[in-house]
């Protein structure tokens, strides 16, 4: 992956005062991202001072340069949930059944859930309910049913990290047939211990190519002492069976490398949760030469851009696993 030479591409500057809520915020960061028509769209975290955290979109017609608007994404009906919502934060987006449907954690009362909101427009949204019943974050939608099922991975939360948020070491596919109620199908992969992917969680919603369904991932190595190191990876599951897996990198794809990742609100995190693929074929598949930019949130604080191909992410991939 080859960072974009503007990056980061968004910092809390480029935020606009949103009173009361988003006054000089303090970072920008984990964006969900979709080309919708010819415009790309993100859907930013952005934290204020009192460390609350908001979804705000921003647009762009060339993927690099993005202003962001100045209003806070309201999911209609949310506020019917009676159970205290602390934050709702790491949006992925996905277009399915013509319509674009985003996943996001919610920090509520009791622990972490996954809840799910739809909109047409990107102006106005519909929350549509919570999808999970237990401590879980990372969930994202394949982007079609797969033989009459929705599918989604997610990760549970059966881990904590040392002084740090709860976390996992097992990406599940989860299937349902209304987008709402959701069971485990099968474990996709677990953290490496010892590895650079310790603890895993799903990035961006997974790309159909000719190959297999296209993941990009993150790991967690928590083995350096004092500081977690978020990094990317990437897997290939069968088109028809995603439940297998065909392939996993054995090298990160992209680690923390610069000041502005290496330096921030949480040192030492590069953390994908949005991906745009160029150019797809007429039967919808990603084609190999496409180029591919990959957004994500940096050291807790900032946004940046990753450029590759399809071609590359699907060699490393497919370069073969750490050996036993
Ligand atoms: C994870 C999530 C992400 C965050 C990352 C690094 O557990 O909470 O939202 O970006 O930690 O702090």
Request: aromatic fraction near 10%; glycine fraction near 8%; proline fraction near 6%.
């Amino acid at each position: 992956m080859q960072r974009h030479p503007i990056n980061p591409i968004l910092t809390r500057v480029h935020i606009p005062p949103i009173p009361p809520e988003l006054v000089d915020v303090t970072s920008v960061f984990n964006p969900g991202a979709i080309k919708d028509g010819s415009t790309y769209r993100l859907m930013l975290r952005v934290q204020s001072r009192s460390r609350e955290t908001f979804l705000v979109m921003a647009e762009s017609a060339d993927g690099v340069i993005f202003k962001a608007e100045n209003r806070i994404v309201y999911f209609k009906g949310i506020e019917k949930i009676e159970e205290k919502i602390f934050h709702i934060y790491d949006a992925r987006i996905t277009r399915l059944d013509e319509r674009f449907y985003i996943m996001f954690a919610m920090d509520m009362q009791n622990d972490c859930q996954l809840g799910l909101g739809v909109t047409d427009d990107f102006k106005s949204f519909e929350f549509l309910g919570i999808t999970s019943d237990e401590d879980i974050r990372n969930g994202v939608l394949f982007p079609e049913k797969i033989n009459g099922k929705y599918y989604r991975m997610d990760r549970p939360n059966k881990a904590r990290h040392s002084d740090g948020p709860t976390s996992g070491s097992t990406i599940w596919l989860s299937e349902s047939g209304n987008l709402l109620d959701w069971k485990p199908t099968a474990p996709l992969i677990h953290g490496r211990f010892h590895y650079w992917d310790e603890f895993i969680g799903s990035g961006p919603p997974p790309v159909k190519t000719r190959k297999g369904w296209l993941h990009i991932y993150h790991g967690v190595a928590s083995h350096f002492g004092s500081s977690n190191i978020y990094q990317a990876g990437v897997i290939l599951l069968d088109l028809n069976d995603p439940s297998k897996v065909l392939g996993r990198c054995r090298y990160n794809i992209l680690e923390p490398r610069e000041i502005w990742e290496l330096t921030g609100q949480v040192p030492n995190v590069t953390f994908p949760s949005g991906m745009i693929v160029e150019e797809y074929d007429n039967e919808g598949f990603a084609i190999e030469s496409s180029e591919v930019k990959v957004y994500y949130g940096a050291a807790d604080t900032s946004v940046g851009l990753a450029i590759t191909t399809i071609a590359e992410l699907l060699s490393a991939a497919l370069e073969g696993p750490i050996p036993d």
